[in-house]
């Protein structure tokens, strides 16, 4: 059974700092691209940053430059540490993994954690 069990989310003031910690059993971590989501009230879920699993990454432009996404493998574990947080942060946050086998994709979730960043 997958489980992706999110942590770390909270309130914060404008400028502080978060990480989020995401950790995966009933997987092969290794082989999965990971990624977070946000979903703000009202809006759609957006990708906020991913990692592949030879490691590259990619970030929305709406947090380069503030937010690093890292994974350990040994521990089925990814990353997310949040710098320079701004109130338009302000979004539950869902770990995803992803494994694609040939033309498959197959994706599994988080429950997703609060992340509130007061101004």
């Known amino acids: 059974q997958v489980q992706l069990v999110e942590s770390g989310g909270g309130l914060v003031q404008a400028g502080g700092s978060l990480r989020l910690s995401c950790a995966a059993s009933?997987?092969?971590?290794?082989?999965?691209?990971m990624g977070w989501y946000r979903q703000a009230p009202g809006k759609q879920r957006e990708l906020v940053a991913a990692?592949?699993?030879?490691?590259?990454?990619n970030y929305a432009d709406s947090v380069k430059g503030r937010f690093t996404i890292s994974r350990d493998n040994a521990k089925n574990t990814v990353y997310l540490q949040m710098n320079s947080l701004k109130p338009e942060d302000t979004a539950v946050y869902y770990c995803?993994?992803?494994?694609?086998?040939?033309?498959?994709?197959?994706?599994?979730w988080g429950q997703g954690t609060q992340v509130t960043v007061s101004s």
């Open positions: 995803n993994a992803r494994q694609k086998v040939f033309i498959k994709v197959y994706d599994a």
């Open positions: 009933g997987i092969q971590f290794s082989i999965n691209d």
């Open positions: 990692i592949t699993s030879a490691g590259s990454t």
